[in-house]
C-alpha cells in the first residue's frame, strides 16, 4: 500500500473518505495507482449490473490526481459510463464491458449524434465531455449487444440503437488495443477532440444498422493507425457537423478495412470544412460503396488531402469525389454559393473491382441485402457541378482492373441530371459512361502513369472527361478495342494536353473530342501504332480544337 495522503495531497478529504481510497488502491512497480473495478463492487458475472461499481472506481481515480481503472477478467454489465481527466481505463484480455440491453440504462442529457435527424443514435454506453488525459486501453472488449436494439419498433418508428463510444470536447486522449465490437449503431464518435490517438484497436461492427467504424466530427490532430475495421456503414468516416470548427491535421496510417459501405469517407455541408488529411499504407478488401469516398456540400469546403500507397481488393468502385449542395438532412442555410473540393492526390494504388455477380453475391452473403441500382459496373469518379467544379486533383502510379461488361447503352450516355440537391451518393447516376474515369465539372486534373486493366471486353471509352478544364493525361495505359467509339472521349473540354499514352491492345479511335467548347488539347509523342485513329472531332467540335498529334 502507499499513503495516498501524501503522495497525492489529499488533506482536503474527509479522513472516511481517504481511508475508502487507501482500500480500494493499489499500486504497480512504477508507483502507478490501481484502482481495481472488483474492489469497488464489481461482479462481472454477465448478469449482474455493474455500472454503479465501474463508474466509483473511475470517479476515485479521477478524484485522486489519476491512475488505472483495472478491469480484470469477466463479465461486466453496463449502461453508459463516464471517464473522468486523468484516468487509464485498462481491460485485461478477458475482461468484457457488456452494454446493457435495458435503454433506461443510458444517460440522456449528453452530446447527442450530431445530427437532428437521426436522434435514434444519440445515446451511448462509454461518454466523456470536456475530459482531458485520459486512456482506453488493454486486450479487452467492449461489446455492445447491437442486436438487442431492433431498427424499428412495433409502432414502425426508428428504434433507439445506442452507440459504443462518444467524447465530446477532449483533450489529449489514447485508444489503443481493444476490441470494440457489436453497437448499436457507430461504434466511436469523437465531437471536437483535440490530440486524439487510436492505436491498435480491433473494430466488429455488423450487427445492426449504421454500424460505422470511426467517425471524427470536428476534431484536430487525429491519429488512427494499425487497426483493424470490419463494419457495416463507413470504416473511418470524416465529418463536417460544425460552422466553426473544421476536421483537420488527420493521419490515418496501417490500416485494414473491410465494409458495406466506404472504408475512408468524409462528408459534410457546415461551413467548418474538412482539411489537412493523409491516408497511407492501408489494405481495404470487401468494401462495397467505394475504398475512398469524399463529399462535400453547403459552405463545407475540402482541400489538402492525400492518399497513397494503398491497397484494394474487391471494391465496387476504387475513388469517388462529389461536390454538391445537399444539406444532410441539416437545418443549413444553402442559398448561398457552395464551399469547394480541391488538392486532393492519389498515389501509389492498387485496386481489383469487383464484378457484378460477385458484389451481389457478396452484399448478400455478408449484409443480407441487395445492392443498390447502379453500384454494379462503377468507375472512379470525379463530380462537382456546374460553375464550381472539383480543383486540383492528381492521380499518379494508379492501377486498376476493371471487370468490364460495359455496353454501347452505357457508353452512349451524355446529359445526365446534375442532381445537385440530392444525397451525393456515387451510384445514383447509374453505370457512368466510362470504365475507367469519368470526370465532370472539374478544373485541374492530372494523371500521371495510370494503368486501366479489363477483365473482360467493356464498350465504354477508359476515359471521359465532360465540362472540363486543364486536363494533363501523362503516360496513360489503358485497355479498348475496336469496338468502342474511342479510348479516350474528350466533351466540352479546354485546355487538355495527353502526352507518353499507350493503347493496350489494338482500338479503333485514340480521341473523340465533342462539342464546340472544346479547345486548346494538345497530343505528344503518344505510342498510337495500334490505333487505327488518332482524333476526331465530332458534335460541333471544330478539327482545329486539337492542336497537334504526333505519333
Known sequence: MVCLTCLLGLSAFSSSRTAALLSAAETDRSHELIFNVRTFGAVGDGAHLDTPAIQAAVDACSKAGGGVVLVP???????????????????????????TSDLTQYATGIERSGFTAHSYIDKCLIYAEKADNFKLSGQGTIDGQGGEFPAAGPDGKAGERPMLIRLADCTNVSIEGVTLRNAGSWCSHFVRCTDLR???????????????????SGCENVLISDCTILA???GICLQNLDNSRPVKNVLITNCIISTRWAAIRSGGAHAGGIRDVTVSNCSFFDTFGCGIKLQISGAGVMENMTFSNIVMKNVSSPISLRLGRHNYGEQIDTSGPPGGMRNLMFNN????VIDEAGLRKKIQEIY??????????????????????VQGVALSNIQVTFPGGGTREDAAKREMPELEDVYPEYFLW????AYGLYAR?????SLDAVRFDLATPDLRPAVVCDMAKGVDISGLRAQGSRDVESLIRLRSTRDAFLYGCRP????????????????DIALQANDLHRARNVFETVDAAKDHAVITAIK
Open 504 to 519: 493496350m491492345g489494338e482500338i479503333g479511335t485514340f480521341l473523340r473530342v465533342e462539342g464546340n467548347s472544346s479547345s
Open 368 to 389: 443480407r441485402m441487395d445492392p443498390h441500382p447502379g453500384e454494379e459496373r462503377q468507375c472512379i469518379s470525379i463530380m462537382g457541378i456546374p460553375g464550381f467544379p
Open 198 to 216: 487510436i492505436r491498435g484497436v480491433t473494430i466488429r461492427n455488423r450487427c445492426n444498422g449504421n454500424n460505422d467504424g470511426i467517425d471524427i
Open 73 to 99: 477478467p469477466g463479465k461486466y454489465v453496463i449502461g453508459t459510463l463516464f471517464l473522468r481527466s486523468n484516468t487509464h481505463l485498462s481491460l485485461t484480455a478477458t475482461a468484457v464491458l457488456l452494454g
Open 430 to 433: 447509374g453505370v457512368l459512361p
Open 232 to 234: 457495416e456503414d463507413d
Open 441 to 445: 465539372h472539374v478544373e485541374g486534373l
Open 349 to 352: 494504388i492498387r485496386a481489383d
